[in-house]
C-alpha cells in the first residue's frame, strides 16, 4: 500500500507508546496501524516457523499492550478463538490469510455466529479490533502477521464449533524479544 510508512520495528513501538501516552484510544491504534508497516529487516529477528504449528513470538509487553509476531507455515490456522474482551488488531506483513470474525450469542447452550464471510488479508491488511475471529494460511508460502492486544493476557477460549464446546487454554510464547524460549 503506497500510503503506508516503512517503519523499524522501535520505530514502530515508539508510535505505540505516543499513542499510549496520548490515552490509547482505538481509533489513534487503528490509525497508527493503518499508515505503517515494519521494515522486513527490522521484523527477521522475530520470524520462527515450527512445522506443526504456527508461533507466538513476544516483540514487547507491559501492562497496557503486548505486541506479537505470529507465524504461519503453508496451511496452519488458529482456531476459532476469543480475546478475553480485550481489543486485538492484526496485520499480515507478509503473505496472505484468511480471517474470520464471530460472535458469541449464548454461552449455555454455546451458540457461535460468524459475522460476515471469510475474506483474504494481504501484506498491510488490518483486521481489529476483533473479539472472537479464526486466522489461517491457506496459501502455499509462509505468512507472518503482528498482533496488538490491549491488555495482555495469558489465557484465552478455544472454540469448537462442530461440537459447540468452548475450551480455556493457556498461552505460550515462541520466542521473547527474538530469542526462542526452549522447548522449540
Known amino acids: ?4 510508512n516503512l517503519l ?18 482505538t481509533e ?10 515494519i521494515e522486513p529487516d527490522s521484523l527477521q529477528r522475530y520470524i520462527f516457523f515450527r512445522p506443526e504449528r504456527y508461533t507466538r513470538n ?3 509487553k507491559n501492562e497496557f499492550f503486548e505486541l506479537l509476531v505470529i507465524c504461519w507455515n503453508i496451511g496452519q490456522r488458529a482456531p476459532v478463538h476469543g480475546h478475553e474482551g480485550e481489543r486485538c488488531w492484526s496485520r499480515v506483513e507478509q503473505g496472505s490469510l484468511i480471517l474470520c470474525n ?14 460476515g464471510e471469510p475474506y483474504r488479508g494481504e501484506r498491510g491488511h488490518l483486521d481489529g479490533p476483533a473479539n472472537i475471529h479464526s486466522v489461517a494460511n491457506p496459501s502455499m508460502v509462509p505468512a507472518v502477521s503482528l498482533h496488538l492486544y490491549s491488555h495482555p493476557y495469558d489465557q484465552c477460549d478455544i472454540y469448537d464449533l462442530e461440537n459447540n464446546l468452548k475450551q480455556r487454554v493457556r498461552l505460550r510464547y515462541d520466542s521473547i524479544d527474538g530469542k526462542v524460549v526452549e522447548p522449540f
Do not use: C, W
Not at 500500500?1 to 503506508?4: E, H, I, L, Y
Not at 505505540?16 to 490515552?23: E, P, Q, S, T, Y
Not at 464471530?102 to 459475522?115: A, D, G, T
Open 8 to 25: 523499524s520495528m522501535e520505530a514502530f513501538l515508539d508510535g505505540i507508546n505516543a499513542v499510549l501516552r496520548r490515552g490509547f484510544a
Open 102 to 115: 464471530y460472535r458469541e450469542v449464548s454461552e449455555n447452550p454455546l451458540v457461535v455466529r460468524q459475522i
Open 1 to 4: 500500500m503506497a500510503s503506508q
Open 58 to 60: 513476544l516483540v514487547f
Open 28 to 37: 489513534d491504534i487503528h490509525t497508527h496501524l493503518q499508515k505503517t508497516l
